[in-house]
């Protein structure tokens, strides 16, 4: 379990915490030799991991590194911990060379790499470690290096930065308190712990929620999702790809998992099960609507990567063995399907210079891996068979009707779900159509493909995307999740995915031949008629946002909107609002306060001051009068 | 031959030559009296040199043995003193040059001036009470004339004020020293103090300390006796008032407090703590009063003349404290606030000079076309108020750590709230005098006016940032020789045959 290096023997763990920051740091300072040592760094991370996740597969790895002030600094790896590194790295791997073209040549490029590097090895050190305190400062870390790499963007980015820092902080100060009253209360932050604690006291509910709070907080759900969309439109398109979409998804998501099964079992607790499902379905729901009518294709995306995350939510909060690997599931798939339509869209941005629905369109035939990669992906996080996103939303069904033994909720939930698929699959038919079908403006005629190093990453997501749906039980259920998860899953509902594929491929085929026959990349064109006016054929181009602009009318609906547009939903909102509320009150209360006692004591002394003056007279007899009056003062104090 | 008798005797030879002098050369009268304060300067360096080494240097006049004769004790608080001295009538000598040109008589000046330095330097090198009054009483006439110099009516009146107030308390002195006379027999310091440890702290012994108390409060200008003080600074020519306020007050009140309450009456704050606190009392009620009265006051140097009646209070906490660190921030505070107030005065001179004036409200924008007035007057501002790394606040850091030390938190707290009265009407001087706009074209320093004052504010900013020496070759010594007590005695007794 340990490799030699320079005749040390070091254990795989601290490999994959320490390479990554060690090969991000020597690349910072050695510009020249950035891209050697990024590769050896993420290359041999990448290959540490996968020995480490080989290893979880038979054992679990539980060590105590030391003990300090009675918190344990431990190791603790299992098959859950295990996959998520390996996926962590294989992330990085790929944003990496994704980055290679893309951010080349970008100011503050330096910085992109250090902080990509830093976040690995925070990400793995949450990952690895066996003891809430030390999950603690590497989650802090995650911080900082959230805001250091948010903060390579346009110019603007310092505002999203400090936006996400802000929420992300408040909610990890939450855990920290939900920490300590766990260490408090049990005398140890160690997981997992064994029996889990059951939630039946009220200091135990508080902790979880706590902690559940940093969680969830850190994978995006609502109300606490509100940074994604405001980075989206700053930041590159990787740093979308690599932070929110599939790091911080991984970690949250794995956090959750941990809290909610390992640390306490909140599956005998209804009122709990009921709540994280609801945080589900609302997430979903909302974040989803405002996808529908964003005309900014990052920002649409920004919301379906806080959308997806309902899923988990619901999944791991149904509490049921089929629904908890449901929500795992989806985590991975996400953050596949999700990095791909970041990079995707980072490809067109990177070529056509702009993510503006209403500017682009018809670049299929101009870019046609780019719309392989999209397209797949599209469909995989609309849950279309037999893609991953389909598996893993499936898993979550069948979770959510068993629920239903329980529960007479499971229907709204089960509603939500599936509610929110369709809406997801509507939204994304707005944004392929945008990009790559119909009518392409003038001025993106000289498009041309992606460069490779840019092609690569996208295309092995998409790949993945197709395995991990095609043959969902061969490879990530059975090596993946379920031995990540404690109990024994059983499935209920019937899904075939080998046979499906086959039908799917058929419609497929029936599809490729309708497309070479028919005119699908060539729009139809035909006048359009308004009144006997003729209209410049580029005004009269028919552009995706609008598809859906009736929804944003509908009443009702519209308020919604306009509120969420306007930042009601928006928990940075009401934090600035206290802030500003507070400082109303520093500034009107405090602060006159301040000046009142300041001018008072200020005239106080003054007037002071002008008595003592007049006191100087100038008249002889009087000051030798205090000198007498001063010595006898003394010479009776010291005689008497 | 000795150095110590050369403290007092070489200007007092000067005084007498100084009017031969000015019949041969005018400019001779100020070459001469510069370089004798200047040689003054290096013989007190060697003083300190040699305190080092022996802790009492004893003088015996005319070698007669001590209690029949009159004998000089040098030890390493008059060793401070005399630094100081020399340094401040130095700096006041070289500023004197150009400032004088518009008076007429300079020879009586220079020589009163001479007479003033040997006054004081005979008072912290003596060791016989008759002797210390006599060069008092030198040193004070004289002063009480260098106020009058300018003879309008104001400075005669102030000198006449100051006169009275002053002579009320010498010969309060005179009576004190009478009776301890009558009680011990004995005039050396020394002789009086092993009599009186014999007599024992009667009524008696009371009465005749509360009048020396009193006679050196007037001196040293304490409220409530320090009536004198604001008429008689802003009266004096600027390089009197450096001197008058830079070192005089703290030669005629508080080193000769010092001397006789510690070494003579062997008083300690642990026997006695009510004498002490009756210290901190009187240096509380200075610092407040005088303070608050400066932050009205409209006249340059007349607010200067109430800050240096409001600082003197903070010395007075210092030995008021009376433990090791409150005693060495007093001293280090005659040394830091001699320096301070002495180029704040000059600076006065310098604007007074270019000005004619020293009204606050018709003064304005100075800053811009006499920069070195100006940028000496922060310095020895920001000196007085206490920031670091300038002497003041080494001063004040003491005073405060002996305060907490000897458990007086709220005097420490107290102490530091005060200061920022200090900060106050200094910042009222620097923004009418040197910020602002200014109002028509004005004169700049002479160069010699300037170097004064650069002399001055270098040695503010050496001796803040090289503390550490100066605390422990000259202030500490000089703390640990008040702190003594009554072993001075045992000193100069055992130190008889020490010739240097």
Request: net charge positive.
């Amino acid at each position: 379990m340990s490799i030699e290096l320079f005749g040390f023997e070091i254990a795989i763990y601290y490999v994959v915490i320490l390479l990554p920051v060690v090969a991000g740091l020597l690349g910072y300072l050695i510009d020249r030799l950035r891209t050697e040592f990024d590769f050896l760094g993420f290359f041999f991370t990448l290959f540490f991991s996968i020995k480490l996740f080989i290893v979880t597969r038979t054992e679990v790895i539980s060590e105590t590194i030391a003990t300090f002030a009675g918190i344990d600094f431990r190791i603790y790896l299992d098959s859950l911990a295990g996959f998520i590194i390996l996926f962590n790295a294989i992330f990085a791997f790929l944003i990496w060379m994704y980055s290679l073209k893309a951010m080349s040549k970008k100011p503050r490029e330096r910085f992109y790499y250090l902080y990509v590097a830093l976040t690995l090895s925070a990400a793995n050190g949450v990952v690895i470690s066996g003891n809430l305190i030390p999950l603690l400062i590497f989650w802090n870390v995650l911080v900082f290096s959230l805001y250091g790499i948010l903060m390579v963007g346009k110019n603007d980015s310092s505002f999203a930065a400090r936006k996400a820092v802000t929420i992300i902080g408040v909610s990890d100060y939450l855990m920290m308190l939900g920490i300590v009253i766990l260490f408090s209360k049990i005398g140890s932050a160690n997981f997992p712990t064994a029996p889990t604690i059951l939630l039946n006291d009220p200091w135990f509910i508080t902790s979880y929620l706590l902690i559940m709070i940093g969680a969830i907080a850190k994978a995006g759900a609502m109300p606490l999702h509100t940074w994604i969309p405001e980075s989206a439109k700053v930041v590159p398109a990787s740093t979308m790809a690599y932070i929110p979409a599939s790091l911080d998804k991984l970690i949250g998501i794995y956090l959750l998992v941990r809290v909610s099964y390992f640390i306490f079992d909140i599956s005998g607790s209804m009122s709990i099960r009921i709540l994280l499902m609801v945080i589900g379905s609302v997430t979903i729901i909302a974040a989803v609507g405002m996808a529908m009518i964003q005309k900014e294709a990052m920002r649409l995306l920004s919301f379906h990567a806080v959308s997806q995350v309902g899923y988990m939510v619901l999944g791991i909060g149904t509490g049921i063995p089929i629904g908890i690997a449901g929500g795992l599931f989806h985590m991975l798939n996400h953050s596949i399907y999700k990095a791909c339509l970041f990079l995707s869209a980072g490809s067109v941005e990177h070529r056509a210079r702009t993510t503006d629905l209403d500017s682009l369109g018809g670049l299929g035939t101009k870019m046609p891996i780019t719309l392989f990669t999209f397209i797949i992906s599209a469909m995989a996080i609309s849950g279309v068979p037999p893609l991953n996103g389909f598996f893993s939303k499936w898993m979550i069904y069948q979770g959510i009707v068993a629920f239903g033994k329980e529960s007479n909720l499971w229907p709204i939930f089960l509603v939500a779900a599936m509610f929110g698929s369709v809406l997801t699959l509507a939204s994304f038919l707005k944004i392929s159509h945008s990009l790559f079908l119909g009518e392409r403006p003038k001025q993106l005629n000289k498009v041309k493909e992606a460069r490779f190093e840019m092609v690569v990453p996208s295309f092995i997501l998409a790949l993945l995307c197709i395995a991990f749906g095609v043959f969902a039980y061969q490879i990530p259920l059975r090596n993946l999740i379920y031995p990540a998860l404690p109990f024994k899953i059983v499935e209920t509902g019937i899904w075939l995915p080998t046979l499906a594929t086959i039908l799917m491929i058929v419609g497929i085929i029936i599809g490729v031949i309708v497309f070479l026959f028919g005119t699908a990349m060539k729009p139809r064109r035909s006048r359009v008629f308004i009144g006997g006016e003729v209209m410049d054929e580029e005004t009269a181009r028919i552009t995706g946002p609008n598809f859906y602009s009736s929804v944003y009318t509908i009443d009702m609906l519209d308020k919604t909107y306009r509120f969420g547009e306007g930042g009601a939903f928006d928990f940075f909102n009401y934090l600035n609002g206290a802030a500003n509320g507070f400082a109303i009150v520093f500034k009107d209360v405090i602060n006159r306060l301040i000046n009142a006692l300041y001018k008072y004591i200020g005239t106080l002394v003054r007037a002071l001051g002008s008595l003592t003056s007049t006191l100087h007279t100038g008249e002889l007899y009087n000051y030798v009068g205090w000198i007498f009056l001063g010595g006898i003062i003394i010479l009776l104090l010291l005689v008497l | 031959m000795s150095f110590i008798p050369l403290f007092f005797a070489l200007p007092l030879i000067t005084a007498f030559l100084i009017p031969i002098l000015g019949k041969i050369f005018k400019p001779l009268i100020w070459i001469v009296s510069t370089l004798v304060s200047f040689v003054l300067f290096i013989i007190s360096l060697y003083g300190i040199a040699v305190t080092q080494e022996i802790p009492m240097v004893v003088y015996k006049m005319g070698n007669w043995p001590p209690p029949l004769g009159i004998v000089m004790a040098f030890d390493s608080f008059s060793a401070v003193t005399v630094f100081v001295i020399s340094i401040i009538s130095f700096t006041s000598c070289l500023f004197s040059y150009r400032f004088l040109s518009r008076y007429t008589g300079q020879w009586k000046f220079y020589t009163l001036l001479m007479l003033v330095i040997a006054g004081m330097m005979g008072i912290s090198i003596t060791g016989d009470l008759f002797n210390m009054f006599v060069f008092l009483e030198i040193a004070a006439i004289a002063s009480y004339a260098l106020v009058a110099f300018g003879i309008d009516a104001k400075e005669l009146e102030a000198a006449f004020k100051y006169m009275v107030m002053g002579e009320i308390g010498g010969l309060t002195f005179l009576l004190s020293i009478a009776l301890l006379y009558a009680k011990t027999s004995t005039l050396n310091l020394a002789d009086i103090s092993y009599s009186l440890q014999v007599v024992g702290h009667t009524p008696f012994f009371w009465m005749i300390l509360g009048m020396m108390l009193f006679a050196f409060s007037i001196k040293a200008g304490l409220v409530p006796f320090h009536s004198w003080v604001p008429d008689a600074y802003p009266a004096a020519p600027a390089p009197i008032s450096s001197l008058l306020a830079g070192i005089c007050t703290k030669v005629f009140g508080i080193y000769t407090m010092a001397r006789i309450i510690f070494n003579v009456f062997g008083l300690t704050r642990a026997h006695d703590p009510m004498f002490f606190n009756i210290l901190i009392g009187m240096g509380l009620l200075s610092i407040a009063f005088a303070g608050l009265t400066a932050l009205n006051q409209t006249d340059y140097k007349r607010l200067l003349a109430f800050s240096s009646i409001s600082q003197v209070g903070y010395i007075l906490i210092g030995f008021g404290i009376g433990n090791f660190y409150g005693i060495v921030g007093a001293i280090f505070y005659i040394l830091a606030h001699g320096f301070a107030k002495g180029l704040l005065f000059l600076t006065s001179g310098s604007v007074v000079y270019a000005t004619s004036t020293s009204d606050l409200k018709k003064l304005a924008g100075l800053g811009e076309r006499m920069p070195t007035t100006a940028w000496s007057f922060r310095f020895g501002g920001l000196s007085l108020v206490g920031i670091p790394p300038l002497v003041g606040f080494f001063a004040k850091l003491f005073i405060i750590l002996g305060a907490i030390k000897a458990g007086f938190l709220w005097l420490a707290v107290l102490a530091i709230l005060l200061s920022i009265l200090t900060l106050a009407y200094l910042l009222k001087i620097e923004n009418s005098v040197f910020m602002k706009k200014r109002k028509s074209d004005t004169k700049r320093a002479p160069f010699t006016m300037r170097i004064g004052m650069v002399f001055l504010v270098v040695l503010i900013v050496i001796i803040g940032i090289g503390f550490q020496p100066v605390m422990d070759f000259i202030v500490g010594p000089a703390a640990h020789a008040l702190l003594r007590g009554v072993e001075y005695a045992n000193l100069v007794f055992s130190h008889v045959l020490v010739n240097f």
